[in-house]
């Protein structure tokens, strides 16, 4: 199962990977993790990305790869770099505020202040 496409079965909303195990020994680790963004990117896509790389960065590589014209793989490529955009987007001031409130960088007061 790719955990990056875990979509939960009462709401639809993605899930959050909380465990990890160590097979050999039994090891267990439990919190909330996070998925990188290429994980979450459709398996062809990923592809692209591998052949993109492969290819020391070479769309013209990537075109003899896959098979397609050279417009084709820029396309693709440029699809893909923008849904990576999309999904980084940086947080907004609010949850910049919290997590330094969170970290003890700055005092309830202050974030009060910024908020």
């Known amino acids: ?11 639809g ?11 050999d020994c039994g ?7 996070t998925i990188s963004p290429l994980a979450t990117l459709p398996a062809r896509d990923q592809a692209i ?7 020391f960065g070479s ?3 990537v075109q003899e790869i896959l098979g397609v014209s050279f417009p084709t ?3 693709r490529i440029e699809r893909i770099i923008s849904n990576l955009n ?3 987007e940086a947080p907004g001031n609010r949850e910049k505020v919290l997590e330094q409130l969170a970290r003890g960088e700055i005092s ?3 974030a009060m202040e910024r908020l």
Do not use: H
């Open 86 to 88: 999309d999904s980084m």
């Open 49 to 55: 990305i591998i052949a993109f790389l492969r290819g």
């Open 73 to 75: 793989a820029k396309a």
């Open 108 to 110: 309830f007061e202050q």
């Open 59 to 61: 769309i013209k590589n």
């Open 1 to 11: 199962m790719d955990i990056s496409k875990a979509l939960c079965p009462d709401c």
């Open 27 to 33: 090891f267990r680790l439990e919190g909330p993790f």
């Open 13 to 23: 909303k993605p899930m959050t990977p909380v465990a990890c195990l160590c097979e």
